[in-house]
């Protein structure tokens, strides 16, 4: 579905009003833009004091609530990045904190009011499903074991109030979001270009992915399909694995790629979040394919030519 069609479809599902929690992300960002060029009037919320911005602080419990009673749909994109650090206790708690905390916050407040919105788009991970070979896992397939997993379960779960009062809600387990301007590609642009990158670990883990035109026209999809609810696995329909991604980008950049990053270094410098990187899971789109959503890139090829310049 590409952004002229979910355009209309915001118009003819008479959205004029969201509220986009996590608005100042990488993905939040391009989301607001996209919507706001739709005609639609966007309310961001931060926790940190922002001219133009509502306020919310899931630690202390407080959130501007009239914003919300305006809404048409609420979409919460809030969380720290997973990648970022090295996962110690402290950071893990953050991790934690950022999403389900702030969940559980604002599907309890758009539980009470007095006019709620009509869904909640709120973002979960590909984390869910853990490490799983080989086999491919769906929207119904059970979570995987560990940290992500785990934190993914209670993310999902603290929406709970908002589904209880009616609230139609919808769940996209995002994969990995390709953009030149941040997330990983971002990260592994530099490195290539040099002729320094390479697989990582075997090479023979997953990677979903979705590109971020994809990514914003999905959410939007979302915002207006009255018959998707609950979990959407937001995901390329190509299954990639990292030896494939490795070759398609060292391919676009017009580079060498022979520079593997071992498996037991990734451990031994990140722990449990070096782990993380070495194993995946092949998540389809079968929800995305079932409803008849468009993707605009695919393919790996066709996404890194048209992001990468």
Known sequence: MSFETTSNSLAAAAISNTCVMGATGLLGRALCASLERAGVAVTRYSRSPRPGFAHWDPARGEIDRAP????DIVVNLAGEDVAEKRWTPARKQLLRDSRVQST???ARTLSELSDPPR?????????YYGDRGEDAVFEDSAPGS???????QAWEAATAPAARAGIRVVLPRIGLVLTPDGGILRRLLPVFRLGAGGMI?????????????DAVSLLRFLMVATDVRGPVNAVAPEATRNAHFTEVLAKTVHRPAFLPVPGFALKLAFGELGQSLITGANVRPRVLEQVGFRFEYPR?????EALVR
Do not use: H, K, T
């Not at 869904?119 to 984390?127: F, I, Q, T």
């Not at 560990?146 to 993914?152: A, Y």
């Open 68 to 71: 919300l009673e305006r809404a």
């Open 300 to 304: 790996l090829e066709d996404a890194l």
């Open 201 to 213: 670990g075997s090479g023979e883990q997953y990677m979903p992915w979705i590109a971020m035109p």
């Open 146 to 152: 560990g940290f992500l997993p785990e934190l993914c």
């Open 119 to 127: 869904a909640l788009v709120n973002a979960s991970a590909v984390g």
């Open 104 to 106: 559980a916050l604002l």
